[in-house]
C-alpha cells in the first residue's frame, strides 16, 4: 500500500476540519424547576425520612415584604429557647407558600412548641403570626394562615 495517498487524506481532512466555522454556544434552556417555579417557595426536593415537615400558607402580605417563618420551643415565661426550624420568603401580594422541615428526634417531648412569624418591609415590623402550638413532631398541613397588624 502507498504511504502517499493515505497521508494527502489525512492532511486535506485536517485541512477542512480547521477551516469551519466553530459552533455557536446554544442559548440556556430554563431548566424545569426554573419554569414551574412558585412564588415564595423554595424547592427542598422529597422529604428525606429523618424529617417532618410543617406546611401552609400566608395570606394578607404585602409584595415586597420579608416573612420569617420558625418553628421554636418556647419556655414557660413565653421567651424562645430553641430554634427547631426558619425560612425566610419574600411577599407577592397573593397568599403565600411556606414549608419548614424539622428533625423530629429534636423536637422535646412535654414542652411548648410554637409556630411564629414576621413580616417587614424596609426593615420596619409591619405583620405578625400569632403563635400556633404545634403539640407532635408529625408532617402536618396548617392551612392558611392570617398575619395581624404588628403593635
Known sequence: MQLRPLVLLTLFSFLV?????????????????????????????????????ISGSLTNVPAGAEVEMALLVIDDRSRPQQLLASSVLSGNGKPLAFR???NPEAFPVGARVELRGRASQS????LHLPAVRVTQAITQTTGPLQLVKAP
Not at 422529604?47 to 415537615?53: G, K, M, N, T, V
Not at 426593615?123 to 409591619?126: A, K, R, V
Request: overall charge neutral; aromatic content about 4%.
Open 100 to 102: 419548614l422541615r424539622f
Open 17 to 53: 476540519a480547521c477551516s469551519s466555522e466553530a459552533p455557536k454556544p446554544a442559548a440556556p434552556q430554563p431548566t424545569p424547576a426554573q419554569e414551574k417555579k412558585v412564588p415564595g417557595i423554595e424547592d427542598l426536593g422529597p422529604l428525606p425520612a429523618y424529617q417532618r415537615e
Open 123 to 126: 426593615g420596619q415590623l409591619i
